[in-house]
């Protein structure tokens, strides 16, 4: 490799400084969007209890019975996917704010289930369902799969963070030099 003294000297790979990768999901993940992201994950989170403890209670007492099952089981997945949900934004927040370390929310995360649901019954029975319930089960899914999403992100950051990779052009550079040290 020519210096700008006009001298030469062999180039080899580990003269390469480690590559790094900007992780876009563990920026995201303690960013403003997060904090908003917690927000609304956690006021979806009240006013779904509050609507199934209040008007919704009163709501599935008037369903007819194959209605009111559906209510049952739909109320239960909302229920669900919301703990879900607010569990892993707990678990990140406590990572944000210094509370554990990235390994052990990763443990703990393993924990929480952000498999996709869809509802619970056909559509025909879903538009007899009460609206706010039929609003509460959209809001949650779209919350889900944006929660689901981030996850996702953090895990393959994680994996990444794990096993640093070299340069394509080091590696190939590498292999020229060794073909030519023969």
Same mark, same amino acid.
């Given at each position: 490799?020519?210096? #700008?003294?006009?001298?030469?000297?062999?180039?080899? /790979?580990?003269?390469?400084?480690?590559?790094?990768?900007?992780?876009?999901?563990?920026?995201?993940?303690?960013? *403003?969007?997060?904090?908003?992201?917690?927000?609304?994950?956690?006021?979806?989170?009240?006013?779904?209890?509050?609507?199934?403890? &209040?008007? &919704?209670?009163?709501?599935?007492?008037?369903?007819?019975?194959?209605?009111?099952?559906?209510?049952?089981?739909?109320?239960?997945?909302?229920?669900?996917?919301?703990?879900?949900?607010?569990?892993?934004?707990?678990?990140?927040?406590?990572? *944000?704010?210094?509370?554990?370390?990235?390994?052990?929310?990763?443990?703990?995360?393993?924990?929480?289930?952000?498999?996709?649901?869809?509802?619970?019954?056909?559509?025909?029975?879903?538009?007899?369902?009460?609206?706010?319930?039929?609003?509460?089960?959209?809001?949650?899914?779209?919350?889900?799969? !944006?929660?689901? #999403?981030?996850?996702?992100?953090? /895990?393959?950051?994680? &994996?990444?963070?794990?096993?640093? !990779? !070299?340069?394509?052009?080091?590696?190939?550079?590498?292999?020229?030099?060794?073909?030519?040290?023969?």
């Amino acid at each position: 490799m020519a210096r #700008h003294d006009g001298s030469t000297r062999s180039w080899s /790979a580990a003269d390469e400084p480690e590559a790094k990768t900007i992780s876009f999901a563990d920026r995201l993940a303690a960013s *403003n969007a997060f904090k908003s992201l917690f927000k609304e994950g956690m006021t979806l989170v009240e006013e779904a209890a509050a609507y199934l403890d &209040g008007p &919704g209670r009163q709501e599935s007492r008037q369903l007819r019975r194959p209605v009111a099952l559906a209510y049952a089981t739909e109320s239960m997945r909302l229920t669900t996917r919301l703990m879900q949900v607010a569990s892993w934004l707990l678990l990140q927040r406590a990572v *944000n704010e210094g509370e554990l370390t990235s390994a052990q929310a990763l443990s703990e995360r393993r924990r929480v289930r952000l498999a996709e649901q869809d509802v619970a019954c056909g559509a025909d029975l879903f538009e007899e369902l009460p609206p706010a319930l039929r609003q509460f089960s959209l809001k949650s899914m779209r919350l889900q799969a !944006r929660v689901a #999403h981030l996850d996702r992100s953090l /895990a393959v950051a994680d &994996g990444l963070a794990a096993a640093p !990779r !070299r340069s394509a052009v080091a590696s190939q550079f590498a292999r020229v030099q060794a073909a030519f040290a023969r």
